[in-house]
């Protein structure tokens, strides 16, 4: 039913207009960030996500939703007896909401070129200040915003730009993000 409502266009998204980097285009890839996004929207680590785990972290991430829109959204993709969203369950929501906002997967995407752009997208999201380098303080703010302890630390956070801060000059340029995202994938397989 929730499905439907959204194809049909009855429920409309009440937030900013999502980027296109929402779907990656590459399945296998698309499935290992959304179990990241998954396991860091289950609070708990009950291996599910209610409606109030949700609504929380949109709000983390400044997105605001109307609790009855959302709770109508959600509810007709969890399973019966279920006190939330499964995996396949968030699978099913994000590929469902994929589809309603941006219309059916292409057919024969330019993997390449997609992958790029989706890499452009992601850098574009810790680059706040757009001048094309990740600083300590922008990495910082966007850990803060998802709510991870690595956040809590200055120190910390400037660790993690050394260690993949190629030319040492404290900052992450595209192509560093690039190295580290690819690096990150190889081990998640």
Request: one cysteine or more; proline letters at 4%; glycine letters at 8%.
């Amino acid at each position: 039913m929730a499905e439907q409502a959204i194809l049909a266009g009855q429920i409309k998204p009440s937030v900013v207009p999502p980027s296109s980097s929402f779907r990656l285009r590459s399945k296998s890839l698309n499935s290992v960030r959304l179990r990241r996004v998954f396991d860091l929207f289950d609070k708990n680590g009950d291996e599910y996500i209610t409606v109030a785990e949700l609504a929380d972290a949109l709000a983390r991430l400044g997105l605001t939703t109307n609790p009855s829109e959302l709770e109508l959204t959600v509810s007709g993709f969890i399973q019966p007896g279920a006190i939330g969203l499964d995996f396949n369950d968030f699978q099913n929501l994000h590929r469902t909401l994929g589809d309603a906002l941006f219309g059916p997967d292409p057919i024969n995407p330019s993997e390449n070129n997609t992958e790029e752009a989706d890499m452009q997208e992601a850098f574009n999201v810790f680059d706040e200040d757009g001048d094309g380098f990740i600083s300590a303080q922008e990495l910082k703010t966007v850990l803060e915003k998802l709510g991870l302890g690595e956040g809590q630390s200055m120190d910390r956070v400037q660790l993690m730009i050394c260690s993949v801060d190629k030319d040492s000059d404290g900052r992450v340029d595209f192509g560093e993000f690039k190295n580290m995202m690819k690096s990150i994938d190889v081990e998640s397989s």
